[in-house]
């Protein structure tokens, strides 16, 4: 079936969405693409049509399996397009988002087979995602948690970070916090700030930041 880039991103946006735990509705896709309410409305009339969503009652979006086969294929090559960027073109972790996000519509099934051969069909992205997608319970169950559950004098590894949102991911950057690095809690302030250590500096991360990193705890101290 044909699409648009339009309703490829709708569609890829709705499955990020679920992969992230969020119930989608409405307000959520203009709070993730950055658009009007009544963009959301027409593009969700459009997929409503053509088969590719449906809207259930209370407002909730869910995908059809065509319409789950497309977005998963647009998130597939999005990853891959990463992982390219990255690992073979030396692109900054930070920036290959926003690059993926260009490249992932213009790529043909030729272009991905290729990369699919260069960088294997598994894999993760520079931001410690799993190139097939990887939801909240999945997460879970290999035992990750969120940064601000864990409790003063916790230590982990970061295993992955929330990577929608450029000006964020830049700011974990500038605080040397990304995939790979290992943390220590040392204090959890009343304002919702957390105060780590990563190998010799000192981080200050807030609350609602801290909410967008998954990691893998090296002992069990967390709530």
């Not at 950055?34 to 259930?56: C, F, I, S």
């Not at 916790?154 to 700011?171: C, K, N, Q």
């Amino acid at each position: 079936m044909e699409t648009t880039v339009s309703k490829e991103d709708y569609l890829k946006a709705i499955a990020e969405a679920e992969t992230d735990g969020e119930p989608v509705i409405a307000a959520t896709l203009v709070r993730w693409l950055n658009v009007t309410p009544a963009a959301v409305t027409m593009a969700l009339r459009r997929l409503r049509r053509d088969g590719l969503a449906v809207v259930k009652s209370g407002g909730q979006v869910q995908l059809t399996s065509k319409g789950r086969d497309i977005a998963e294929r647009i998130r597939f090559r999005h990853h891959l397009i990463e992982r390219m960027l990255s690992e073979m073109f030396g692109m900054e972790w930070y920036k290959v988002h926003d690059e993926a996000e260009r490249l992932e519509h213009a790529v043909s099934a030729d272009f991905e087979e290729k990369l699919i051969a260069k960088l294997g069909a598994n894999g993760i992205c520079p931001h410690g995602n799993d190139i097939r997608g990887d939801g909240v319970a999945d997460r879970r169950a290999r035992g990750l948690v969120l940064l601000h559950e864990l409790k003063p004098g916790a230590r982990a590894t970061i295993e992955s970070v929330f990577e929608r949102d450029r000006a964020l991911l830049e700011y974990f950057d500038e605080r040397g916090l990304r995939p790979g690095v290992p943390i220590h809690v040392m204090q959890l302030n009343p304002d919702d700030t957390i105060q780590l250590q990563t190998g010799t500096s000192a981080a200050l991360l807030g609350g609602s930041a801290a909410s967008k990193i998954w990691v893998r705890p090296i002992d069990s101290v967390r709530d």
